[in-house]
């Protein structure tokens, strides 16, 4: 085979004579790949580029990680094998010039809380091993090991939280709300709802409590024990007995309907939060419950002797709190006057050795997060930016690393010490693959693979691969249009053409306290798009998805209309401080709140985007109107996978089976009755439109919108997926397969079919993150669409395109954690980016100018 054309990539990677300065990929056919040929330089910053779905993402990491992992493990023992998670086997005929490969991929923190910012760093453990060598000791106390200054470990946990820091209490006013009420009337908001808790009321009768006297008249102490006591009386219960039918019950030595065991209240929280296995029913304990640190260590969750130690003053759970900018200030200037010489040498080794290791942290905008920062509460685009900064200090030499949107949450003041991060990684020898939407760090590529031209089936050829000049004037890429956007029809970008709103009331905040945020006011504009912006850190979410959002959530009087699948919801954030603040007016005209998050619509292939958009309702109800489904008495539950008369029994509804290869992937096969289409013989006999449920289930969004246009009921939402830029999915795809941002259009959509009722505040957090500019531009459409009908949005947002295009910006900094958390300044786009205090000026100008 001749040696590649020499190209400008040359003067990047230097002087590369044949093909083995590349990666070669041959007939890659993972997810919609079509039988993809490409060459990838080494040594090189190489961006896969092309809209959402288009199989960027099956390339880099389905493909070239993939096969890189796989040739790393068949050096592993066979045994090993079987205890790491593998990614499987690609489908692709050969790579060749393949290094060893490092993923960094968009992750949500583990759910545990143990996991902490400075246990995925590994600073953790310097830390405790300084403090443990060259600690200051309290006289006559023997040394302690490493193990000692861990809140993980049983000997160095706190012996009353268990090293977490914070204890979960009930009180009356948490599990009583209205004291007016009466205990018939559930004033014990925290006991269960339903029969449960009516056994309990009745019980209360039988024990001859009065049920139908306000709460606050009760004495204190009858009132103590029936939300305290740790007694659990057994009584005699007469159902549906009024008081006096049960005390003439009593006298007259009745047959009960039952005996009842009697819970208090705080027995009921406490126990359910603690064995239940429902999230749904955690979160509804959680509400009654308040957190606070731990009396015992205030917080820090170890125990007395480890907190005893200090180094340069404080102990190592202080330390532990500092924001890691000034946790590298305090111990570049910590002195180590009055140590031995042996405890000098181990500091200054150790000292060294922390401050290395957070120069990465710190470059990269991570400078606000604490090592105490629990995993669940860092963002995925931090989380994978704390493993950058992890494989810098690693110094590997040869290793492809590929990296999953590494600009995701991150403001563009921090985006050129991202690039200058990948660019040291090039530096030490390494080949950087990064899937972006980022046009920034498009430009500043060696070489581009731009892969199109639209997503899906439409999807999957590789347009282009070179340097990045030379995408311009492709007519077949979407990705060159926002790239050189001087040649490009404009017509419909995010900016352009569109007249600023004028507000219509204000809904201001006043005195918020939460998080960084200390004593904030603030006020959003009703009736328009608002965009919050600022570094991050910088309180943008603690303002909106956490402010904002509890304190108008409790002036409804209700739960927030959430689009979030309450199995995968975080509890901990339901125990987190409560905000404090109030809102000083505007809210009247609110009828109802929506946020849109980017978590998954679901955790097993069952859930599907026809499922959750509840499309799949009415295509049931239409096979079951079908003469055949009627003649042969079949339901609309006959259609539904999940049950058992309709599926196939063999996969039960799944598709397909897992075959176990001991110490290899388990590979998943079609199932061999139903071949995959989920569903037993003769439910597949029945058709609408000549078309069997699983061919259904198997169609684009696209392809159904055509199918089905003549069912309004079904037209409508499949118009708003394909109008949002989501055509390219099947109808049953599952909803482990859809990344964050598709998740969240799918939920916005979901709302967006509703009937509206009343002024909607909808509140989205980063909605653009895993968004091509393309498809930014599709989002908009519909949000602008929300706002023309009369509701409200706000949202958190980096990408300054979608900040030009608001009617009205709030910045919060300047800085990061403590340097952050107040309004800089609030106004119209043109407003804000004439400011000279804020971070966010320079970067929504240039947005602003582009756009004209």
Not at 109 to 137: E, F, H, K
Not at 705 to 723: D, H, I, N, Q, T
Request: charged content about 25%; hydrophobic content about 40%.
């Amino acid at each position: 085979m001749p040696a590649p054309t020499p190209t400008p990539i040359d003067d990047a990677i230097g002087e590369r004579p044949g093909r083995s300065a590349f990666v070669q990929v041959r007939g890659a056919r993972e997810h919609n790949l079509k039988n993809v040929d490409v060459d990838v330089p080494r040594d090189a910053l190489v961006v896969f580029s092309g809209v959402s779905g288009s199989g960027k993402s099956s390339l880099a990491f389905g493909t070239i990680y993939a096969e890189a992992q796989r040739r790393y493990f068949e050096s592993v023992a066979p045994y090993a094998r079987r205890l790491i998670d593998q990614v499987g086997v690609p489908a692709v005929d050969s790579i060749d010039g393949l290094p060893p490969a490092v993923a960094l991929q968009q992750q949500r923190g583990t759910p545990s809380a143990r996991s902490s910012v400075g246990s995925v760093t590994g600073l953790s453990s310097l830390l405790r091993m300084l403090y443990s060598r060259a600690g200051r000791y309290p006289a006559k106390q023997p040394m302690l090991y490493a193990e000692d200054f861990s809140p993980n470990t049983p000997q160095g946990a706190c012996p009353h939280c268990h090293g977490l820091g914070r204890v979960y209490e009930v009180t009356e006013a948490s599990m009583v709300p209205d004291d007016t009420l009466t205990i018939r009337d559930r004033a014990v908001a925290a006991w269960p709802p339903a029969w449960h808790g009516q056994n309990l009321r009745d019980i209360l009768v039988t024990l001859g409590i009065d049920v139908d006297k306000p709460w606050r008249e009760l004495p204190r102490k009858t009132r103590d024990w029936i939300l305290f006591t740790d007694e659990q009386p057994t009584a005699p219960v007469y159902a549906g007995f009024t008081p006096a039918e049960t005390r003439d019950a009593l006298r007259r030595k009745m047959e009960p309907s039952y005996q009842g065991t009697f819970s208090s209240a705080r027995r009921y929280v406490m126990h359910t939060f603690a064995t239940t296995q429902s999230a749904l029913m955690k979160r509804r304990v959680s509400r009654y419950m308040i957190g606070g640190a731990c009396p015992v260590c205030d917080g820090k969750r170890l125990k007395r002797e480890a907190l005893s130690v200090t180094f340069g003053g404080l102990d190592i759970g202080a330390l532990s709190q500092f924001p890691l900018a000034q946790l590298a200030d305090h111990l570049g200037d910590a002195a180590t006057d009055g140590l031995s010489e042996e405890k000098r040498l181990a500091a200054r080794r150790l000292v060294d050795d922390v401050l290395m290791r957070l120069r990465p942290l710190l470059s990269l905008g991570l400078g606000h997060l604490s090592l105490d920062r629990a995993t669940p509460s860092v963002s995925p685009g931090e989380l994978q930016r704390l493993r950058l900064a992890t494989q810098i200090c690693s110094n590997l030499f040869g290793v492809v690393y590929v990296l999953d949107e590494p600009s995701a949450g991150l403001h563009p003041a921090d985006s050129e010490s991202l690039l200058a991060s990948l660019r040291s990684l090039k530096a030490a020898g390494n080949s950087v693959y990064v899937v972006e939407h980022d046009l920034t760090l498009m430009r500043a590529a060696d070489w581009i693979v731009d892969v199109g031209p639209a997503a899906g089936e439409l999807g999957g050829r590789v347009l282009y691969s070179g340097p990045p000049d030379g995408l311009r004037g492709l007519a077949e890429s979407r990705t060159a249009d926002y790239l050189f956007p001087d040649g490009a029809d404009a017509e419909g970008r995010s900016g352009r053409k569109h007249a600023r709103r004028a507000p219509k009331d204000w809904l201001r905040l006043e005195g918020i306290t939460q998080n960084n945020l200390v004593d904030v006011d603030a006020a959003f504009p009703l009736g328009v798009f608002t965009a919050v912006t600022g570094v991050s850190g910088s309180g943008k979410s603690s303002l909106v998805s956490r402010a904002l959002v509890d304190l108008v959530g409790a002036h409804l009087g209700h739960e927030p209309a959430s689009t979030e699948d309450e199995e995968d919801a975080d509890i901990s954030a339901d125990l987190q401080a409560a905000t404090g603040g109030r809102i000083a007016s505007g809210a009247d005209t609110i009828r109802r709140l929506v946020q849109v998050d980017q978590k998954p619509i679901g955790r097993t292939p069952r859930s599907n985007l026809a499922t959750y958009t509840g499309l799949f309702d009415h295509v049931r109800k239409l096979f079951a109107a079908t003469p055949a489904a009627r003649t042969r008495k079949f339901d609309a539950g006959r259609f539904s996978f999940n049950v058992a008369k309709g599926r196939c029994e063999t996969c039960e509804g799944e598709g397909f089976v897992s075959v176990e290869l001991l110490f290899m992937p388990s590979v998943f096969a079609p199932c061999p009755a139903c071949h995959g289409a989920r569903y037993n013989e003769a439910t597949l006999k029945i058709r609408y439109r000549d078309r069997s449920i699983a061919e259904v289930l198997g169609m684009t969004v696209d392809a159904a919108f055509e199918f089905f246009a003549e069912e309004p009921a079904l037209a409508r939402p499949l118009g708003l997926l394909k109008g949002i830029g989501l055509g390219y999915l099947r109808l049953g795809q599952p909803a482990t397969e859809l990344s964050g941002g598709e998740a969240q259009r799918i939920k916005l959509v979901t709302e967006l079919q509703r009937t509206q009722r009343g002024h909607t505040l909808y509140v989205l957090d980063e909605p653009t993150t895993g968004l091509h500019p393309s498809d930014v531009d599709k989002l908009m459409v519909q949000l602008r669409d929300l706002v023309d009908a009369g509701h409200t949005v706000v949202v958190v947002e980096h990408e300054m395109r979608v900040v030009a295009a608001a009617d009205w910006v709030i910045d919060l900094g300047p800085g990061a954690g403590g340097d952050g958390g107040r309004v800089v300044v609030a106004g119209t786009p043109d407003e804000v980016a004439a400011s000279a205090d804020s971070r966010t000026a320079p970067h929504l100008k240039a947005a602003i100018d582009s756009e004209r």
